[in-house]
């Protein structure tokens, strides 16, 4: 069965400085890899994917997330952390195409001035 | 476009009660997945829709259930309601050939009393 590891619970960060959100998965064959975002009382928002190809992705607000399959992991980082990125990080893996993904425990990113 | 939209956002219900949430997918999207999450078990899948047929089902009980239409609007039921499901009932849609890529509705919060 497919699964995914968030280590960390809680994180706090500086603002300015830079993050990695760490996430490992357990799959049989190479999966779809995904970074949600939840703001309190929110829905989850994508930061981005990962299907095949580059294993060094993009995201949306200044995230990136690097796929390395000999580490089944898949971080998510960003160089210079925002007050506004505080919120919780779920990283999803998918059994690919049925449309169910599996989601980690999320990790909370808490910002300090 | 207009997002994924749940209705209603709160509600408030009893033990033994039932209930019924909704949700409209982005314009296009022709399935639908619904999630748990609560604090203890986090995000867990309950299932998935596409063209009015369930095609895929998580480990909830039989109270648990759900339909979509023909406009790919689905809805979700659940009868004689317990304090355990109190949580964020998510939905989710993707567009065709989305390759799993779901995107969410703002979710609706559930108390059970």
Known sequence: AQSVTQPDIHITVSEGASLELRCNYSYGATPYLFWYVQSP???????LKYFSGDTL?????????EFKRSQSSFNLRKPSVHWSDAAEYFCAVSNTGFQKLVFGTGTRLLVSP | KAGVTQTPRY????????????????????????YQQTPGQGLQFL??????TQRNKGNFPGRFSGRQ???SRSEMNVSTLELGDSALYLCASSPPS??????????????VL
Do not use: M
């Not at chain 1, 992705?57 to 997330?65: D, S």
């Not at chain 2, 299932?47 to 009015?52: A, G, H, T, V």
């Not at chain 2, 989305?98 to 108390?111: A, K, N, S």
């Open chain 2, 47 to 52: 299932f998935e829709y596409f063209s009015e």
């Open chain 2, 98 to 111: 989305g390759r799993d890529t779901q995107y969410f509705g703002p979710g609706t919060r559930l108390t």
């Open chain 2, 69 to 71: 239409f023909s406009n």
């Open chain 1, 41 to 47: 009382g929110q829905g989850l928002q994508l930061l």
């Open chain 2, 11 to 34: 509600l408030i219900k009893t033990r033994g009660q039932q209930v019924t949430l909704s949700c409209s997918p982005i314009s296009g999207h022709r399935s639908v997945s619904w």
């Open chain 1, 57 to 65: 992705v993009q995201g949306i607000k200044g995230f990136e997330a």
